[in-house]
Structure formats: structure tokens, C-alpha cells
């Protein structure tokens, strides 16, 4: 077998150095070592994270409820207690004109006089104007007792009933006091805080 020699005045075919071989190994080798990227979401973290926010924007809340603007339709009782107010519990508001499960309106108030006999009403009653279920604020409590409900759990607290703080006028018809009162009970909220403002105590 023969072999052909180059074309004469062809240059031979230079060749690598082979220091530069090695630095592009070493490269390649360095490649495939790195760690593929991560192109997913880590759920589970932030899943952790919200529930964490949850907590923290609910007891804020809670922590804000001592400070209640004061307005025409809605003035404060006083009392000489000095106990500090309750920092958590479901906001429930009875001002003049209506009833409020935390900032969300629930239903309208009829006038103080008819308020004073039978309360909100029997078209927003279960059984007629002799009950003292009000039918919309019970709806509202119940959706508010979900959330709480698992906050509870999550904080290791008593998760059996739950616990309002009641911030009601000065000027509430008795009557429409026990049908919230009431109404709280069947939704499974067990204790109960009244808002008041601090007064001085008489000589």
C-alpha cells in the first residue's frame, strides 16, 4: 500500500497545542459538574410563607380594633373599667343604621322605634318577628367562623368556638343587642368582648 504524498507547496495541517486541548477539557468538565437549572415552582414554600402572612395580618387587625372613629353614627359607651380591650375576635359593628361583620355591611337598621319591639325585622328572621335569629348577620358570622376556625388550629389555640369583639352604639335598642348576641351563640361563637370607651369615674 502506498501512500500519497502532499501536493507540492500545500502547508501541512497545523495542530493544537496541547495546553489548549486541556483547557477546553477542564471547561467541559466543568460544565456537566454545574447543577441543571431549577424550572419549577416551589409550591410548598410558598404556601408556608402566605399562611405565616395570614397570621400576622389577622393579629394586626385584632391589635387596631382599640382605636374606633367615633361619628354620629356611631358613639361609643362609657365605662370605668380599666382592662385592656381583647386584641383578637371577629368585628362585629351595630351602629345606628346598620350591622357590620368586619368592614363588610351586612344589613341595614330600621328605625330606633321598631328596633326597640321586634328587633331587625321579620323578614330577615328564620321563623317569623318573635325569633331572634337574624338570618344575614348569621351568614356572615358563619363564613368568618371558617377562616377562623382554621387559624386556630394552625396556632394551637381552642378551636371548638370562636371570639367576637362587639362594637356597638352607645344608643343600641336592647332588644337588637340579644338578637346579635343570640345570632353570634348559634354560629358557634362562645365568648364576647364589648367595645367601650374609658370614662371617668364619678366622685
Do not use: C, W
Amino acid at each position: 500500500m502506498t501512500q500519497q504524498a502532499p501536493p507540492a507547496g500545500a502547508a501541512p495541517a497545523p495542530k493544537a497545542p496541547v495546553t489548549r486541548y486541556k483547557a477546553e477539557l477542564r471547561k467541559a468538565i466543568r460544565r456537566n459538574a454545574e447543577e441543571p437549572d431549577i424550572n419549577f415552582l416551589n409550591i410548598t414554600a410558598m404556601l408556608d410563607i402566605m399562611t405565616i402572612i395570614l397570621v400576622f395580618l389577622l393579629k394586626s387587625l385584632g391589635e387596631s380594633s382599640a382605636s374606633i372613629p367615633q361619628s354620629d353614627d356611631l358613639k361609643l359607651p362609657t365605662s370605668i373599667i380599666k382592662t385592656q380591650p381583647a386584641n383578637e375576635g371577629v368585628l362585629v359593628t351595630i351602629s345606628k343604621t346598620q350591622i357590620l361583620v368586619g368592614e363588610d355591611q351586612v344589613l341595614k337598621l330600621p328605625s330606633r322605634e321598631s328596633l326597640a319591639q321586634s328587633g331587625v325585622g321579620a323578614s330577615h328572621k328564620r321563623s317569623g318577628p318573635n325569633d331572634l335569629y337574624i338570618v344575614p348577620l348569621g351568614n356572615a358570622l358563619q363564613r368568618t367562623r371558617k377562616t377562623d376556625k382554621v387559624i386556630r388550629q394552625a396556632k394551637g389555640q381552642d378551636a371548638s368556638m370562636s371570639e367576637a369583639i362587639i362594637i356597638a352604639d352607645q344608643t343600641t335598642p336592647y332588644r337588637l343587642l340579644i338578637e346579635v348576641l343570640f345570632t353570634l351563640g348559634q354560629t358557634e361563637y362562645g365568648k364576647y368582648h364589648l367595645m367601650v370607651m374609658q370614662g371617668k369615674k364619678g366622685g
